[in-house]
């Protein structure tokens, strides 16, 4: 059973406007999460991260809460812009089975921004 | 360039054939890990060294699969008679170790395998 799950598989927005991409996940012992950001036929980029400690962090046009009693996350990238068409990746670190070590990603989610 | 490196980025190998990938991690990272992603999925986790030492391994991992890290630098990732069911994206990251402020992963650019 997956973990981390992103139940959008594709998602289309217009340049400017805002982009929400959601990210739910099972295990409550999750105690941070991150953003990925892949291009085809590279490895995935770091985007931006939160501590379970917090409920928002922000950096420039991305924005990440975390809401844990709803075992939900969300990047908002605003505003967004063509050149973050991209396959985004949301992961989840330790607690797992007693890890410390690996993330858990969810599949993904396609983001294009038209022109 | 202080990223990670992966060596080679392609490779096509037949059935039954043994290959081996290469990982230099940032250096200044002592923890090193392996995943694998295949086609509409997330990378999942193969292996980690904290250094030299293998401190975990999925159950992804069969015994075909080996992975080393001698000196605490440098990874090597080998897969034994391949099979078709190996051909996917193999990544390496790195990190420092959990407990400093810095959690994330930088990833390497990948290698891809095709076993025909």
């Known amino acids: 059973d997956q973990q981390v799950k992103q139940n959008s598989p594709s998602l289309s927005v217009q340049e400017g406007r805002i982009s929400i991409l959601n990210c739910d996940y099972t295990?409550?012992?999750?105690?941070?999460f991150l953003w990925y950001k892949k291009y085809p036929a590279e490895g995935p980029t770091f985007l931006i991260s939160i501590s379970s400690i917090k409920d928002k962090n922000e950096d420039g046009r991305f924005t990440v809460f975390l809401n844990k009693s709803a075992k939900h996350l969300s990047l908002h990238i605003v505003p967004s812009q063509p050149g973050d068409s991209a396959v985004y990746f949301c992961a989840a670190s330790g607690g797992y089975g007693g890890s410390q070590g690996n993330l858990i990603f969810g599949k993904g989610t396609k983001l294009s921004v038209k022109p | 360039d202080t990223g990670v490196s992966q060596d080679p980025r392609h490779k096509i190998t037949k059935r039954g054939q043994n290959v081996t990938f290469r990982c230099d991690p940032i250096s200044e990272h002592n923890r090193l890990y392996w995943y694998r992603q295949t086609l509409g999925q997330g990378p999942e986790f193969l292996t980690y060294?904290?250094?030299?030492?293998?401190?975990?391994k999925s159950r992804l991992l069969s015994d075909r699969f080996s992975a080393e890290r001698p000196k605490g630098s440098f990874s090597t990732l080998e897969i034994q008679r391949t099979e078709q069911g190996d051909s996917a994206m193999y990544l390496c990251a790195s990190s420092l170790p959990r407990g400093l402020e810095s959690y994330e992963q930088f990833f390497g650019p990948g290698t891809r395998l095709t076993v025909l």
């Open positions: 060294f904290q250094n030299e030492a293998q401190l975990e």
């Open positions: 295990n409550s012992m999750f105690d941070y």
